[in-house]
């Protein structure tokens, strides 16, 4: 999650609203929590026995501090969180087997809501979210998370240690649930009310996996923009290398200033379906881009045009991946997101996370050459699927049975994971349960957040609280993890997520606009009047 100071300290200043955050404490929050509290944190590290556990830190942390937190590997290095919330932290290893394990910590809040909550991880990673556990202990909830069983953003730990793959599939992040709920009763005294869940890409992925998988894990789960079909998503994001050859030195490579003609072009198209022109695609799966009327003309500069190789590249961007069968892998990516795209997943270099899992998790083969990857490559890796990685089971009834809710977001702008695929997803949640979207409402919601990035950022309404950084209030209307609360416990399910954009996404420079982003398949429509104003718009049927 983006990191941005300025806006923490709009965070520490914000009002109270009706899930307010940060907490009021019952004694002053300037460091001065009362002896028993510290030194109840402090015995912890005596006094708990985890199977497989190792207390390495228990110590009390004031509010306002900026944590310190261990670096691992240098690729985890991050701001230091700032910790809103006086607090017990507890650090932890907790093994998986002889040859794997996972580092853990927990943050336990002086004012607890009797809220447990966990957070993931993001790509290939290998690094505590500290920036998501300080975010959750300021909304009073026990948070834990783990590095999801090894250090650091490369694959090299997968290489011929399958425990070490199983634990990122899913077993790092079930077993410090577990673990995590374990410490949370012994330190409260009592056992947590309800469970939730916070992640986004790989995050929503795991989050994704627990709610097939685990449905006991969480009472609650917020999963944006997943990277499940995860086999899929890894062959798809590896393949753009192998349409676009190396940047610059391939005649089908289109550099980034051609990106930023083929938006223009996109907008042209599409831009208006919603009815208004402001240079956000609400429904960017309605968006059927075509490039054709960028192609050179018979002898002209191809400067400013694409010549016919460039067009072929463009159109496959924007078509479905299949296989030699012709079996779909993965949707294509939706039109809007391409000039980011164009410094990340169709730069002309192999997407390193897909390298790292074909070498280290797949073949077992540090010197697998992601150019050559093709068809047959997509089908092992989704046939092989590492236990169980794929994470895109249709089935949630172990959810829906016990009452647990999914929220499952996605930006509409997303540079690296298709919000496509999430569309897919939910239309396969429905044929898989012979459900319909009104039935499926009772315990799945998705919903498309238009102009947004990978899990943030971008140039709409982004905001909508999935993180430090992007916080707009925490009102269930503004906040998606009050509004996952709310449901839960109150049963007040949302119909909508509204989303905030800041003037230049400082929140101290004020609200840009907002938007009310629909709940899947209904979408954003302009009525007409001030378009930054959410009464202005409507969520229709597609
Ligand atoms: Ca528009």
Redesign the pocket.
């Known amino acids: 999650m983006r990191f941005d100071k300025s806006l923490q300290c709009a965070l520490l200043n914000a009002p109270s609203v009706v899930f307010a955050a940060p907490q009021s404490a019952s004694y002053p929050t300037n460091g001065t929590a009362p002896a028993a509290f510290s030194s109840k944190c402090e015995e912890l590290a005596s006094k708990l026995h985890i199977d497989g556990g190792v207390v390495t830190t228990a110590e009390f942390v004031a509010a306002g501090t900026n944590l310190t937190v261990p670096v691992y590997d240098e690729t985890c290095a991050a701001a230091p969180p700032v910790i809103t919330a006086d607090m017990c932290r507890v650090a932890l290893n907790v093994s998986t087997s002889e040859r794997s394990g996972f580092r853990m910590e927990a943050f336990l809040p002086a004012n607890w809501t009797g809220r447990f909550l966990s957070g993931g991880n993001g790509g290939l990673n290998g690094c505590i979210s500290y920036d998501d556990l300080a975010y959750a202990v300021g909304l009073g909830f026990a948070a834990v998370g783990t590095n999801n069983g090894h250090d650091g953003t490369s694959g090299l730990p997968f290489y011929n240690n399958s425990d070490v793959v199983e634990d990122f599939a899913y077993r790092a992040l079930h077993t410090g649930v577990v673990v995590g709920k374990q410490i949370t009763e012994d330190f409260y005294g009592k056992p947590h009310d309800k469970s939730y869940y916070l992640g986004c890409s790989t995050g929503g992925r795991q989050g994704m996996k627990s709610a097939q998988d685990f449905p006991e894990d969480f009472d609650g789960i917020v999963a944006g923009a997943p990277a499940f079909a995860f086999n899929n998503l890894t062959s798809w994001s590896g393949h753009f290398y192998t349409l676009t050859g190396p940047a610059n030195s391939s005649s089908a490579f289109v550099p980034q200033s051609k990106w930023v003609q083929i938006h223009a072009d996109v ?1 042209k198209q ?13 429904a960017p799966l309605l968006c059927q881009y075509d490039p054709s009327g960028l192609a050179c003309a018979e002898g002209s500069n191809t400067t400013t045009c694409l010549t016919p190789e460039q067009l072929e590249t463009v159109k496959g961007v924007y078509s479905p991946l299949l296989n030699d069968a012709g079996d779909l892998v993965y949707p294509r990516l939706q039109p809007g997101a391409e000039v980011i795209a164009a410094g990340a997943i169709i730069n002309g270099q192999p997407f390193p996370y897909t390298t790292d899992w074909f070498r280290y998790a797949i073949y077992n083969d540090p010197n697998w050459d992601p150019a050559t990857l093709s068809s047959k490559d997509y089908d092992y890796a989704a046939k092989l699927n590492l236990f169980g990685i794929e994470s895109f089971k249709g089935d949630l009834s172990g959810m829906k049975d016990r009452g647990a809710k999914v929220l499952h977001w996605h930006g509409g702008a997303d540079f690296v994971i298709s919000s496509d695929n999430s569309a897919r997803y939910y239309e396969h949640v429905t044929s898989t349960m012979g459900l319909s979207s009104e039935e499926l409402d009772e315990f799945y919601r998705y919903f498309l957040v ?1 102009g947004t990035g990978h899990c943030g950022g971008g140039e709409g309404a982004h905001a909508i609280g999935q993180g430090v950084g992007e916080v707009n209030g925490y009102e269930t209307s503004h906040n998606v993890l009050m509004a996952l609360v709310d449901w839960v416990e109150n049963g007040n399910a949302p119909e909508t997520l509204i989303g905030t954009k800041f003037v230049n996404d400082t929140v101290a420079l004020g609200v840009e606009f907002e938007r009310a982003h629909c709940k899947f398949p209904k979408v954003n429509q ?1 009525k007409g009047g001030n378009p930054d104003v959410i009464e202005s718009w409507e969520c229709v049927d597609a």
């Open positions: 907008l599409c831009d208006k379906l919603d009815n208004l022109e402001d240079g956000i695609l609400e238009s302009y």
